[in-house]
């Protein structure tokens, strides 16, 4: 059985296919011959992540899992959130991204985040959708060089560094994108596509 996963990040594509195992034929965008950007135009995580996998199943006739994450601020109404990547302008820069969000909290003690990843599953048989949530805290200031977007400006609850301080292993164990793939791999243990 053949799974696409909607995206062309080949570490994405291989941290799903190592935690999946060999049930499904794993393959890519690139794999289903689609080269043109997927849509995202809703103004949610969830509604992006279902749009991207509807769009594959409904022009490349297969089953198709597809993700979209984002950094919620709860001083901030949940934004970032769905324009995460964008926050400060077009050139999706994650250092501008970085210091409009801290310049936003320069004023308030109240600090708290999450990371949010939305995996979406459409099928012959209809959606499944699965959520990953990662709580922490926004630093005062960036700390670490790992990672990327807004890790070094992120620590996870109940641990004393930012996100960018982890390897990328130890970020994996605990990410929202980790929790989120978790729950799908369970949803196959007792379903077929
Ligand atoms: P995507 O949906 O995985 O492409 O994520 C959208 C945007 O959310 C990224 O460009 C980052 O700005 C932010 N983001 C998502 N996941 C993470 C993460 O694990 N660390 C830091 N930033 C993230």
């Known amino acids: 059985m053949t799974l696409c996963l909607a995206t062309r990040n080949a570490h994405k594509l291989e941290e799903i296919r190592a935690k999946l195992g060999n049930r499904f034929r794993l393959i890519s965008l690139d794999d289903v011959g689609c080269t043109e950007e997927l849509p995202e135009t809703t103004d949610t995580i969830p509604g992006n992540s279902l749009q991207k996998a509807q ?3 409904e022009h490349y006739n297969v089953a198709c899992v597809a993700d979209d994450s984002g950094l919620e601020i709860d001083a901030l109404g949940g934004a970032p959130g769905v324009h995460s990547a964008y926050y400060a302008g077009p050139q999706r820069s994650h250092e501008d991204n970085i210091q409009k969000v801290l310049g936003e909290l320069r004023n308030t003690t109240q ?56 390897s990328m292993e130890e970020k994996n164990e605990i990410s929202h994108r980790a929790r989120a793939i978790e729950k799908l791999v369970s949803y196959f243990q007792t379903n077929s596509l």
């Open 55 to 57: 769009f594959v199943f």
């Open 111 to 166: 600090r708290s985040a999450q990371f949010r990843t939305v995996l979406t599953l459409v099928t012959a048989n209809g959606m499944q959708v699965f959520e990953g949530i990662l709580r922490g805290n926004i630093l005062q200031e960036p700390r670490g060089k790992n990672g990327f977007g807004y890790d070094p400006i992120f620590q996870p609850e109940g641990i004393d560094l930012s996100l960018a301080q982890l």
